[in-house]
């Protein structure tokens, strides 16, 4: 279910009959035709199991299912929107930034210290996005926000890319990532709490950077 690019902070989705998406509640903006929005209780796609994970894991973005015969315009806050389309690998995103995407991705959580060990946990504490974040995996397309606009970056063998924490968007592909801490490097480079820390993201994949280190 492809996206359509209105502006740099709205987009419109195409809805068909037997297919669902799933939208973060109050990010319509405007539709046509017969379309229904019904509160997700089941946590989108990965069903109870997942819901209770994100739950835990504060992953817990209230979710609308979308479903009908018609278009619909989503955007929020005024944020940038950025659309990701995947290709059967998985998308890392903060699940705050998840404005729509498909119905057919499959939905979980991925505890953040399982890449980078410790240093994996700390970058959740850095960031304040807390140790998890929402996976979304398979063929389809995923909607998402970041202040200021995105800029993707690829990811290859020997060519790793090194990200200001609070820049960071998402992620996708084989890709690792581990924090590492640079004496002067944010006071030189970057700007944000005065934490010296680097993401530092390697594989094969891209990674969403936004023009800002605003949260959401």
Same mark, same amino acid.
């Given at each position: 279910m492809p996206f359509r690019e209105?502006?740099?902070k709205m987009v419109e989705a195409t809805v068909v009959p037997g297919q669902? &998406?799933?939208s973060q509640r109050g990010a319509m903006l405007a539709y046509r035709g017969e379309v229904s929005f019904t509160p997700n209780i089941q946590g989108g796609q990965g069903g109870l199991m997942s819901m209770i994970g994100r739950r835990v894991a504060n992953e817990a973005t209230p979710l609308m299912t979308v479903e009908g015969n018609g278009t619909v &315009?989503?955007?929020h806050g005024g944020h940038h929107i950025q659309v990701i389309n995947l290709a059967g690998d998985t998308l890392y995103v903060e699940a705050d930034r998840l404005l729509a995407f498909d119905g057919t991705l499959q939905q979980g959580t991925m505890f953040m210290g399982a890449q980078g060990g410790v240093m994996g946990m700390v970058r959740g504490q850095v960031t304040g996005q807390g140790l998890f974040t929402t996976t979304l995996k398979g063929h389809g397309a995923v909607a998402v926000m970041a202040h200021g606009g995105v800029i993707e970056l %690829?990811?290859?063998p020997g060519r790793e890319v090194h990200v200001d %924490?609070?820049?960071y968007v998402a992620h996708h592909g084989d890709v690792r990532n581990k924090l590492s801490t640079a004496l002067g490097w944010r006071d030189m480079v970057?700007?944000?709490?005065?934490?010296?820390f680097q993401l530092e993201l390697s594989g094969s994949g891209a990674v969403y950077v936004q023009a800002s280190e605003e949260k959401l």
């Open positions: 209105i502006n740099s669902k &998406m799933f &315009m989503f955007g %690829p990811i290859s %924490p609070q820049a970057g700007r944000g709490s005065g934490e010296a």
